[in-house]
């Protein structure tokens, strides 16, 4: 199948490659960049392991083709520590927390956090359910996680993480 | 001069021992999007699989032409029953003592059933080519229904046995039947049941449902022919047993086998057996002699690999009119699909479902199980539990409180009255386990009060009062459960698979700066062993827990084990790290008492160190016997400082809780709001306790799926309705309640270090609380039992039957 050149940004580095025009954005950046953090859990868009930002919105990136996302600003998990090797707030959150245990999830789910905390600065526990509906986990049962993105909201606005009261 | 030493305490804390709440050492990597999942290895020269599936769920293979898809460029090679003929391997054996197709041969038994295996130069060429193999069906009479398997002229199965008087587990009585399985007092039974006071009879259906872990199935298979050696990457729960089926079902000889289960993306009992998948990557690899992957999509996985449930209980209990329980019966239909792919330990194809006495003081009981074929997928894993435990649970759960409805009791009431008594304990059921702990009235008393139990039903009272009085359509439940599990599997008396008794390892390795490795048999899937089991050998030998490394799923490396379901990963392998711990601290021991000039038994051992009685400032801590283990160990002894542990437990371990949930449900829409779910659980030791309290969650809101809404549903005609997040529900965040969790602790006095297993227990307790929830508000007005999943519109049916709607 003749291949279409694309563009793009992706955690900061310019891209350029070839690709087929059918082929998914995260089969894109998992076989052909490497970046095997987005992860595939359902094929369908429902589970939100494949969870990158493109353009500053939430995008599971089995749903759209790898050409559709020519020209675009990318930020997978692999882009979110600092280049010193600092933990972003929400991975610091996910770990403080135990937002987390098989991990399959977690890049996705933090990827959506970041995008809704870029959204809004301090959210509700509900606005957090509601917010990472589109992102499944199977093993947490999400009260970690919601915490987690508390205490990494928290940090990012540089006030006081309390737990809520049990 | 202030004293700087640190005392015993902070030496102690320091450790990261067992009982604090340890960060996980795994998620340094899992935030970063750095753990390393099968479909994340990438070999040179890799081919990509996948099927071509059935669409019908019977029907015979008149022809399959292959021409179209070998056509295709990019197409390396194409697999029938045929092709796998030529190597014996178009049929497989099950782990329950059946044969399985690896692909269709001659005809197919269930929908979505691997009839040929194309491999490609990647993944979308492998895709587009299933597409084009033609397979020409004659379809035939299917049947989805268990309960009519064995009516004289049900459609025959399985050809291949239709005429076998016997099976793997003794004599079979119709060509669909797979086994007869029983336990328990007949006789016995029988007789109290017939001079009963009060009897109760329900049959109590545990739907097909399905593990979908976050990740599915997976493997890579890479055979080097010059060595004449196998490596298989591979998604495995259990990958030693992989390794000894794939020898003994391909002839390679176990040693030139090399499996690896790396990080995984949950398993919950899907990850347990050994799929076509496997087999035919690993044939495809020996025929092109390149690297070949295989990964299921989210369809295939829920539709093929490995159901849990589908037991179809016929219970009754028999009680004296002042409520005390005096017998169970229950019969019961497993339906196993089409091949007995059961994940259970082999003598027992019922698992240990006879544990459904739960955890009640009944003087006698019988089960007796029938496992019968139908056109729906194999599989029959403990999704989440020890083998039918939450059957069992769910069964004997439901039925107490029916039980207690009908004596006109309340159901907490009721439990209390029959709970099995502290004194008891070890308490030998009318089944014959011995349960080896327990202090349950003291869990269900924290649970009432913690809750005010008192205080909701009198809510619950004045709410169905102005119910009653048209105020509100708005019901309230009260769901109250006490489980008892059997977990830790288990006892080489009691427990094999395919012979290999069901004993677990542990190998540590301390080296000469008092760092270490340790390397066991099981396989964490998101259960944080690296962390957990390092917290054992902090406290049992008194190094760091962050010196110590834990490694799992290398069979090269790691010592033979059965792997990580069934909650056995603590009850065996943790007890095999704590006894290979204490060989460790013997040898340390007598290095020390040379090292200080003393006899052994003038040490004593102080949190990590030995130091001399009655002279605490002459020792020898650990680290420095490390390093002495490499250079002065006392004449005649062997330098180093290592030990493996092969643990065969004594017995199972039996962990417990009380669990109470508070439902409101709309009766015009069916929709049901969990207002409040408290769960108490007593796993004995807690050796992490943020990692159980995560687990318990995690139960939880498994548990809530099943009760509230999973089911793989087939329709008559055999097609899977339900193989998509489209329509197999998994709760999110906003339907997800708030878990409120509790504890108390009660020791396994035959466990080294008293610890008993958690993973299973908030499923297994879970689901009944849940449904005996919903069951509850319906229960004043005259319903006795409504099925499960109570999904939105069961539940507006239920209200619909009452005649709630007119």
Known sequence: MSKLQVSMTVNGKTIEALVEPRTLLIHFLREQLNLTGPHIGCDTSHCGACTVDLDGKSVKSCTMFAVQANGADIRTIEGMASADGTLHALQEGFREMHGLQCGFCTPGMIMRAYRLLQENKSPTEDEIRFGIAGNLCRCTGYQNIVKAIQYAAAKINGVPFREAAE | ?806
């Open chain 2, 1 to 806: 001069m202030t004293d700087q030493t640190p005392t015993s305490a902070q030496r102690a804390e320091a450790l990261q021992g067992m009982g604090c709440k340890r960060k996980r050492v795994e998620d340094i990597r899992f935030v970063q999007g750095k753990g390393n999942y099968v479909d994340d290895l990438k070999l040179p020269g890799m081919l990509y699989g996948d099927f071509t599936r059935s669409p019908h769920a019977h029907a015979r293979i008149k022809k399959i032409d292959i021409a179209k898809a070998a056509a295709v460029p990019g197409v390396v090679a194409v697999l029938t029953a045929e092709t796998l003929k030529t190597v014996n391997l178009a049929w497989m054996p099950t782990l329950a003592g059946d044969v399985q197709m690896v692909l269709a041969d001659g005809k197919v038994l269930f929908q979505n059933q691997e009839v040929a295996f194309v491999i490609a130069e990647d993944r979308y060429i492998a895709a587009d080519a299933a597409d084009l193999v033609e397979v020409e069906y004659e379809a035939l009479p299917v049947n989805v229904d268990p309960l009519k398997a064995m009516a004289p002229d049900a459609p025959v199965i399985r050809d291949d046995i239709k005429d076998k008087a016997e099976g793997a587990h003794g004599e079979r009585k119709h060509y669909n039947h797979v086994f007869n399985w029983q336990a328990g007092d007949k006789a016995a039974t029988d007789a109290a049941f017939a001079k009963a006071e009060v009897k109760i009879k329900e049959l109590i259906v545990y739907p097909r449902v399905h593990p979908c872990p976050l990740e599915t199935c997976q493997c890579v298979a890479s055979f080097d022919k010059v060595k004449g050696e196998l490596t298989l990457w591979g998604t495995f729960q259990a990958p030693h047993v992989i390794r000894t089926v794939g020898a003994l079902i391909s002839k390679i000889p176990e040693h030139k086998i090399h499996v690896i289960a790396p990080d995984i993306g949950g398993g919950f009992g899907n990850k347990v057996g050994a799929y076509s998948g496997y087999i035919c990557a690993i044939v495809a690899s020996i025929v092109t002699g390149r690297p070949v992957k295989w990964t299921e999509d989210r369809i295939e996985n829920l539709s093929t690999t490995a159901f849990a449930r589908d037991f179809h209980m016929d219970m009754e209990i028999a009680s004296t009119k002042d409520g005390k329980v005096t017998a169970l019966r229950c019969y019961t239909i497993a339906d196993h699909g089409a091949f007995d792919a059961c994940a259970n330990a082999s003598k027992w194809p019922a698992g240990l479902f006879s544990i459904i006495t739960g955890s009640y003081d009944f003087p006698s009981a019988h089960v007796s199980v029938d496992g019968v074929y139908t056109n729906k997928a194999p599989g029959g894993v403990a999704y989440r539990c020890s083998f039918r435990v939450t059957e069992a649970a769910y069964c004997i759960e439901r039925a107490m409180d029916i039980m207690a409805q009908k004596l006109g009791m309340d159901p907490a009431e009721f439990r209390m009255k029959n709970l099995i008594r502290r004194e008891q304990f070890p308490y030998t059921s009318a089944m014959g386990w011995q349960y080896d702990s327990g202090d349950y009235h003291t869990a269900m008393t924290k649970a009432m009060e913690s809750v005010n139990y008192k205080k909701l039903r009198e809510e619950q009272k004045a709410k169905q009062a102005a119910f009653k009085r048209g105020e509100t359509r708005e019901l309230m439940g009260i769901g109250v459960a006490f489980f008892t599990e059997i977990v830790g599997a288990g006892p080489s008396r009691n427990c094999d698979i395919l012979g290999i008794a069901m004993f677990d390892s542990a190998e540590i390795r301390i080296h000469p700066t008092g760092t270490g490795i340790c390397r066991l048999g099981t396989k964490s899937q998101g259960q944080g062993h690296e962390t957990t089991y390092a917290q054992i050998i902090a406290t049992e030998l008194g190094l760091a827990a962050d010196n110590i490394i834990v490694e799992e799923g290398n069979t090269d490396t790691a010592p033979y084990g059965l792997g990580t379901y069934g909650s056995r990963s603590t009850p065996v392998s943790g007890a095999a790290t704590a006894m290979a711990c204490r060989k460790i601290k013997a040898k340390a021991q007598m290095i020390a008492a040379y090292m200080l000039e003393v006899h052994d038994d003038d040490l004593e051992w102080d949190v990590d160190r030995f130091r001399v009685k009655g002279n605490p400032e002459r020792f020898k801590t650990m680290t420095e016997l490390a390093w002495a283990a490499y250079h002065e160990v006392p004449p005649g002894m062997e330098p180093g400082l290592e030990a493996v542990n092969y643990y065969d437990p004594p017995n199972f371990t039996f962990p417990f809780g009380a669990y109470i949930c508070v439902v409101d449900v709309d009766v015009d829409t069916g929709m049901t709001k969990i207002r409040r779910f408290y769960a108490l659980d007593d796993c004995g030791t807690r050796i992490n306790p943020m990692i159980i309290e995560g687990q318990v969650h995690g139960g939880l809101t498994e548990a809530f799926g099943i009760a509230m809404g999973q089911e793989i549903h087939y329709d008559p005609e055999g097609n899977v309705t339900t193989a998509s997040f489209l329509d197999y529900f998994l709760p999110t965040a906003v339907e997800t309640p708030k878990w409120e969790t509790d504890w108390t602790t009660t020791p396994s006095p035959h466990h080294p270090i008293g610890a008993k297993g958690v993973g299973e227990s908030p499923n297994v307790g879970g689901v009944p609380c849940f449904s005996n929830a919903v069951n509850d508000a319906f229960k004043f007005l005259g319903s006795t039992h409504i099925q499960m999943p109570h999904d939105h519109w069961r539940t507006w049916a239920a209200a619909e039957t009452l005649g709630l709607h007119h």
